[in-house]
C-alpha cells in the first residue's frame, strides 16, 4: 500500500531564512503527489501539484522519482506562510483518493 | 458560495447515538470525498462517490456509511458512536482534472 511520510512535526524558522519542507512516500508505481496548506481556521488548499510543475506563492516542489521525495522548497520564508503543510498522493486507478502524510507545522518566527 | 458547503461546523452528540453529516460539492463537480482527521490517526480517506455510485473506500468502519444523492450532495452517517470517533470531517469534490477542493470540515464531538 501507498505511504506518505513527512518527518517533522514541527518546522520553526525566521522570516527570510530558506524553508525546506521533507515529504518521502512509498509507492511502487507512478503516483501524483501534491501539497496541500492549511491555515488557521481555514480550510485545506491546493498548494501546488507535481505535474503542473509550477511554483506558488514563491513554493516548489520536485518530484525525485529516485528517492521516491516531494520536498517543499522555499528561498525566503515570510510569516504569512505560517500554516500546516500537508504531502498527499494519489494514484489513478483507486479513485483519485489522496493518502496524506501526518503534516508538518511551520512556524515563521518576526 | 461555490465551493464546498458542509453542514453542521459543529456537532456534540453521546457515545451511542448516531449523526449525519451532509457536504455539498463544488458546482458541476461529480466526485465526492470523505476524510477524517483526529490527532492519532491524521487525515484519512474514509470513501468516495462518483455520480451517485461509490467509487472507492478507505479506512471506513462497519458502522460508518454514506450515498451521494441525484443532486449530488453527499451524507455520512455514522452511528453507535464512540468516544473514539471525534474528529473533524472533511469532506472534497473534484472535476474533470482530479484536483480535490475541500469543505471546511465538520467537528464531530462524542462525550
Known amino acids: 500500500a501507498q505511504r506518505v511520510t513527512q518527518p517533522e512535526k514541527l518546522l520553526s524558522v525566521f522570516k527570510g531564512a530558506p524553508v525546506e519542507l521533507k515529504c518521502n512516500y512509498s509507492?511502487?508505481?507512478?503516483?501524483?503527489l501534491f501539497w496541500y496548506v492549511q491555515y488557521s481556521r481555514q480550510r485545506l488548499q491546493l498548494l501546488l501539484r507535481?505535474?503542473s510543475r509550477e511554483s506558488i506563492k514563491g513554493f516548489t516542489a520536485d518530484l525525485n522519482k529516485g528517492e521516491t521525495s516531494f520536498h517543499l522548497k522555499k528561498p525566503f520564508a515570510q510569516e504569512e506562510d505560517s500554516a500546516m503543510y500537508y504531502c498527499a498522493l494519489t494514484i489513478n486507478n483507486a479513485g483519485n483518493m489522496l493518502t496524506f502524510g501526518g503534516g508538518t507545522r511551520l512556524m515563521v518566527k518576526p | 458560495d461555490s465551493g464546498v458547503t458542509q453542514t453542521p461546523k459543529h456537532l456534540i452528540t453521546a457515545t451511542g447515538q448516531r449523526v449525519t453529516l451532509r457536504c455539498s460539492p463544488r458546482s458541476g463537480d461529480l466526485s465526492v470525498y470523505w476524510y477524517q482527521q483526529s490527532l492519532d490517526q491524521g487525515l484519512q480517506f474514509l470513501i468516495q462517490?462518483?455520480?451517485?455510485?461509490?467509487?472507492a473506500k478507505g479506512n471506513i468502519l462497519e458502522r460508518f456509511s454514506a450515498q451521494q444523492f441525484p443532486d449530488l450532495h453527499s451524507e455520512l452517517n455514522l452511528s453507535s458512536l464512540e468516544l473514539g470517533d471525534s474528529a473533524l470531517y472533511f469532506c472534497?469534490?473534484?472535476?474533470?482534472?482530479?484536483?480535490?477542493?475541500f469543505g471546511p470540515g465538520t467537528r464531530l464531538t462524542v462525550l
Open positions: 462517490y462518483y455520480n451517485g455510485e461509490e467509487r
Open positions: 472534497a469534490s473534484s472535476g474533470d482534472y482530479n484536483e480535490q477542493f
Open positions: 509507492y511502487s508505481g507512478s503516483p501524483e
Open positions: 507535481h505535474i
